[in-house]
């Protein structure tokens, strides 16, 4: 339950794209004070129109802010945003806590971390897992990590976007989690994506294999709900093909530099690569269907 002393809490969100926006309305509903920023300015009007504070800079946005979001594409943009001239680091208090929501790789949360290693703000690092309508629902899953004391301090912000917050320990241990858990799901997506081809040159109906697998303790929620978008050639975003790439990318690479071999991965990453070469990268990434026969 949000009390009186939390809705005076004044929150910087960066980042009010496909999933940040849902993220941001639901903290303006909950009656947090929510300044936004975004890089494409129109994206900030509706968050405006439902009692949202515009910001000019990263650096306004921060201004006296008792916290922070981050939820931009990538760590490159994350850095970008927070440091220089108009970076959102020049303006934000000593005692303010720093929530780093974008799924940024292990690396990249280091790096991020050490920008405010000396200057009083708490970083936590916390990616969440779930797509569009997790966000606009609360329902997301925050994968948090960072000081054990400001725990209690986040909770009221994390409790409006997820729907359950795992504290994993010292901070980048959620970018690592949020990097195995999307391992998972851009494998599960290749797969299917295989299955259905494979069905169709059997000459079996794909309907009756989805519903199968959706009967059967073998198959996966998510991987059917994938399934019925590729049939159904529906390859609206709810998380982009682009994005979900550049997870891959950063899992193989997280994988590297511990001595494991995540074979799967790399067995399809090129394919996936070229399919954002052709143009595909910003439909959902159910669109590797189109792309897997190859």
Known sequence: MTTRTQLHATIAFLGVGRMGAPMATRLIEAGFTVRV???????????????????????????GADFLVTMLPDGPLVEAVMSGPQGALTT???GAV???MSSVGVEWASRLAELVANN????????VSGSVAPAQTGKLLILA?????????????????????VWLGASGAGSKAKLVLNNWL?????????????????????????ELLDEAPIGSPYAVAKARQMLAGDYSPSFTLKLALKDADLAVAAANAVGTNLMVTKSFIESWHRAVSNG????DLSVVYTNSAE
């Open 186 to 210: 851009v494998g599960l997506v290749e797969s299917m994506a295989e299955t259905l081809h494979f069905t169709e040159a059997l000459e079996l109906d794909p309907q009756l294999i989805i």
């Open 37 to 63: 920023w975004n890089r494409s300015a129109q994206r900030v009007t509706p968050l405006v129109e439902r009692g949202a504070v515009a910001a000019s800079s990263p650096a306004q946005a921060a201004e």
């Open 92 to 94: 934000l208090a000593s």
């Open 120 to 127: 009083g703000v708490a970083f936590v690092d916390a990616p």
């Open 145 to 165: 990590s960072g000081p054990d004391d400001v725990q209690a301090k986040v909770a009221p912000v994390f409790d409006v976007i997820g729907r359950r917050t």
């Open 280 to 283: 595909l990268g910003e439909q």
């Open 98 to 100: 720093w929530l780093q």
